[in-house]
């Protein structure tokens, strides 16, 4: 099993920061590929950025250049800095994890089986 907790989540005004944090626990190899996905209100998940065990990153083409997924290994922590918030941003975020989602690549498409509660951002104009 795997457990995710998401922290760090706000209010912010467009064009500030925020920085995302998941707690992972469990099995390792299943948190070989880890994610960021957001989703609004009557909306399906969005794939927000990717990262794989080998370093390999994706992004939404809606953040490029603006966030960017990192991975804290000794402290079992991923992490989304989000920079330059547009109201757009707007969301609740949820980590993501599985040991598959990245076999050929990250992918913003994957099947992640192990899912965070989320945390809210919202971005004012």
């Known amino acids: 099993q795997v457990q995710l907790v998401e922290s760090g989540g706000g209010s912010v005004q467009a064009g500030g920061s925020l920085r995302l944090s998941c707690a992972a626990s469990?099995?390792?190899?299943?948190?070989?590929?880890m994610a960021w996905f957001r989703q609004t209100p009557g909306k399906s998940h969005e794939g927000v950025a990717v990262?794989?065990?080998?370093?390999?990153?994706v992004y939404a083409d809606s953040v490029k250049g603006r966030f960017t997924i990192s991975r804290d290994n000794d402290k079992d922590t991923l992490h989304l800095q989000m920079n330059n918030l547009i109201p757009e941003d707007t969301a609740m975020y949820f980590c993501?994890?599985?040991?598959?989602?990245?076999?050929?690549?990250?992918?913003?498409?994957?099947?992640?089986?192990?899912w965070g509660q989320g945390t809210q951002v919202t971005v004012s104009s």
């Open positions: 993501a994890a599985d040991k598959l989602a990245c076999l050929y690549g990250p992918n913003l498409h994957g099947t992640f089986n192990y």
């Open positions: 469990g099995y390792t190899n299943t948190r070989a590929c």
């Open positions: 990262l794989a065990k080998d370093g390999r990153t």
